[in-house]
């Protein structure tokens, strides 16, 4: 089946650690996104990547870091700077820019 | 900036009625708008995606509308059902160079059995 993976599904994280979350598609997309979702909120854009070995800042890119060595890959790094992490992370992938997402991964800082 | 606002923040209807949802933008010169689904802690599943230079699109009891000069787009919900209580996303692309996509903060919605 095609689609969007993301992984871990719930993350914990001590504080003043950095923690990696995983996005993979076999969409053969393109274009990939990461935003951040707070309860109530909409969902904020924190990096983007429109081709391999490129991408933008969003939004909200402060204490954020990614990277996108292959097409199918584009994981997302939450570092000790990033004061708040504690969200609901989605990634999703587009065509077109008809976007597609995963199931999300929700981090928690303990 | 590009925002994208969502009207009303919640809503709630009895089982059976239609309904509307309302999302506006302020940039025009987006490339396409899509319509989502967000249940619970779950991901975003997409309804209905509508080009630039589409009016509207269908999909079920599901009506999307766009008004691209007016920087306005509907969802039409009929004959609503207790299963689609969930929050409705809007979103805007905008392709090109710049390939955004910018979401509104949602409509919470809650059909009433």
């Known amino acids: 089946d095609g689609g969007i993976t993301q992984s871990p599904k719930y993350l914990f994280r001590k504080e003043g650690q950095n923690v990696t979350l995983s996005c993979e598609q076999n969409?053969?997309?393109?274009?990939m996104y990461w935003y951040r979702q707070d309860p109530g909120q909409g969902l904020r854009l924190i990096y983007y990547?429109?081709?391999?070995?490129?991408?933008q800042k969003g939004d909200i890119a402060e204490g954020y870091s990614v990277s996108r060595e292959k097409k199918e890959s584009f994981p997302l790094t939450v570092t000790s700077a990033q004061k708040n992490p504690t969200a609901f992370y989605l990634c999703?992938?587009?065509?077109?820019?008809?976007?597609?997402f995963g199931q999300g991964t929700r981090l928690t800082v303990v | 900036k590009q925002e994208v606002t969502q009207i009303p923040a919640a809503l709630s209807v009895p089982e059976g009625e239609n309904l509307v949802l309302n999302c506006s933008f302020t940039d025009s010169a987006i490339y396409n708008l899509q319509w989502f689904r967000q249940d619970p802690g779950k991901g975003l599943t997409s309804l209905l995606l509508i080009q630039s230079s589409q009016r509207e699109q269908t999909s079920g009891r599901l009506n999307a509308s766009l008004d691209k000069s007016s920087g306005r787009s509907t969802l039409y919900i009929a004959a609503s059902q207790p299963g689609d209580s969930a929050t409705y996303l809007c979103a805007v692309g905008f392709g090109g160079r710049d390939d955004k996509i910018i979401f509104g903060k949602g409509t919470r919605l809650h059909i009433l059995p």
């Open positions: 990547s429109q081709i391999v070995n490129d991408f």
């Open positions: 969409l053969n997309h393109d274009a």
């Open positions: 999703a992938s587009s065509r077109w820019t008809e976007a597609f």
